[in-house]
């Protein structure tokens, strides 16, 4: 089966990624229903691939560290359709261990990740070394749901910019209100339809703490560069007590403070966010355009 990535075969498209002079990004391809395979028929006789052997020519094509799980065909009336266009919502999931901080800060412990964590953790949760307030990370998720100016948990490249022609990228991708700054900064309004922390397990360890793990979980039509690893390193913050719960208003830009002009706002709203790692980080779910959402 011959795949076109955006008008290169992808042996040609790893060639010219191994060299690092581009940046490989996810397109919509064709592939012919009655594709030619393996099959030594010919004209009329030639059978249809059926998908699982469409998906093995893909995968034998990808990296060994990426791999198709399903595949279905789009039907003509969902056409003219493109996987990054056609999106109507995402979800991604950041999973994370921490001890929970105790009332009593008495009991508090430097205890560190290495009495709790697992060999398997590198490359699938973020081992937090610091204890977290859970009910404080809670308020602090919802203080960020919404639609809001999150420039500052941008990374730090993608907060500049020609506001014009962002305004116009978003409007036509994203389909969000967007506000307009004719000064350094261009503004990235987003609506942020979900952001919880969910507790997956929690046991006790020998320190007498209970060690968590649980996910973060954002929803969204769209996420600037770095946003989700920005918000969790926030929600972080908070709950390990280095920023305040009332101080989200600022990473938003929303506090009433007058007496800054808004690249100052931008500037120390940057200064409170940090990013977590990223080995907590997981596309989870994707809707399309007509797609049911989860509540």
């Known amino acids: 089966v011959a795949l076109d990535y955006h008008g290169e075969t992808m042996d040609e498209l790893r060639r010219r990624h191994a060299g690092g002079k581009i940046r490989p990004r ?6 012919p229903e ?7 028929k010919s004209g009329a006789d030639r059978e249809p691939n059926p998908p699982w052997k469409i998906r093995r020519a893909i995968n034998s094509r990808l990296p060994a560290d990426v791999s198709v799980l399903a595949m279905e065909a789009v039907p003509a009336s969902a056409m003219p359709y493109h996987p990054r266009q056609n999106v109507a919502r995402k979800r991604y999931i950041y999973r994370i261990r921490y001890r929970r901080k105790p009332e009593d800060p008495e009991r ?3 205890g560190g990740v290495h009495s709790f964590r ?9 081992d937090c070394p610091w204890e977290l307030d859970d009910a404080k990370m809670r308020e602090a998720c919802r203080g960020l749901v919404g639609c809001h100016d999150f420039v500052a948990f941008l990374h ?6 020609d506001g014009a022609v962002a305004v116009k990228r978003r409007r036509r991708d994203y389909k969000e209100p967007v506000a307009v700054d004719d ?12 952001f919880r922390l969910v507790v997956e397990k929690e046991r006790s360890d020998d320190t007498g703490l209970m060690v968590v793990t ?5 929803e969204a039509k769209g996420f600037g560069r770095g946003m989700v690893r920005n918000l969790v390193g926030f929600i972080v913050d908070v709950g390990r007590g280095k920023i305040e719960v009332d101080q989200t208003s600022m990473a938003l830009l929303e506090d009433k403070n007058e007496t800054l002009d808004k690249e100052a706002k931008i500037e120390y709203a940057s200064s409170l966010v940090c990013s977590a790692p990223a080995q907590g980080l997981c596309l989870e779910k994707v809707w399309y355009d007509g797609e049911k959402l989860e509540e």
């Not at 730090?156 to 910019?161: F, L, N, Q, V, W």
């Open 26 to 31: 996810p397109g919509p391809f064709d592939v």
């Open 34 to 40: 009655e594709a030619p395979g393996h099959s030594e």
């Open 108 to 110: 508090a412990v430097d």
């Open 118 to 126: 697992s060999a398997t953790d590198r490359r699938f949760v973020w």
């Open 156 to 161: 730090k490249d993608a907060r500049k910019g």
């Open 183 to 194: 000064g350094r900064y261009c503004s990235h309004i987003r609506d942020l339809h979900g």
């Open 214 to 218: 649980a996910r973060f979980a954002a």
